[in-house]
């Protein structure tokens, strides 16, 4: 004989909110600037199978990695957008971190640095941490939009991502 049980349909839970803190160690060397984004995710009320961020312009893909990162891919215009896929569904507290690079063309000249940015999200704070890995000189030349941090008050999600004595958070 055959037997079979009826599966009680899900309700639906409607979209899941994700919340996310970027933490951001911009490393800068003799020959590179490299980026680290501790991408702090966390999903309420549902589910969520990938992400995507944009990366910094200018900046170079070095590595995505992370509990369940699937094959990424970049996409859109210039290839800015990474697609980070989960090879489950996710939900709370988790981080993913994405590294990339840009060299510097000449010495002494400058970079800028756009940040990292998760698209649809309810909400997206984040900080952002220099470091230099090089003898040489570095002046942080513009801060429009961000608030300087106290030392003594760096996240440690933040503090964890440096190397080197920090020149400013």
Do not use: M
Not at 2 to 21: D, H, I, M, Q
Not at 69 to 82: A, D, F, P, S
Not at 89 to 94: L, P, S, T, V
Not at 106 to 135: C, H, M, W
């Amino acid at each position: 004989g055959l037997s079979w049980n009826a599966v009680e349909p899900e309700r639906a839970k409607g979209p899941a909110k994700v919340y996310a803190t970027v933490h951001q160690l911009l490393s800068v060397q003799d020959d590179a600037v490299r980026a680290t984004a501790r991408v702090e995710l966390d999903v309420l009320q549902n589910t969520i199978n990938n992400f995507s961020i944009v990366l910094p312009e200018g900046y170079t893909l070095l590595d995505v990695t992370g509990d369940a990162v699937g094959e990424w891919k970049k996409r859109g215009e210039g290839e800015r957008t990474l697609f980070v896929p989960f090879s489950y569904a996710r939900k709370g507290r988790f981080t993913v971190d994405v590294r990339v690079e840009r060299a510097f063309k000449d010495a002494g000249g400058a970079l800028p640095f756009d940040g990292f940015r998760v698209l649809d999200v309810v909400r997206e704070s984040g900080d952002l941490l220099i470091e230099k890995t090089t003898n040489g000189e570095v002046t942080v030349a513009e801060t429009a939009g961000l608030t300087r941090l106290d030392p003594r008050e760096t996240p440690p999600a933040l503090s964890a991502l440096a190397s080197q004595t920090y020149l400013d958070a």
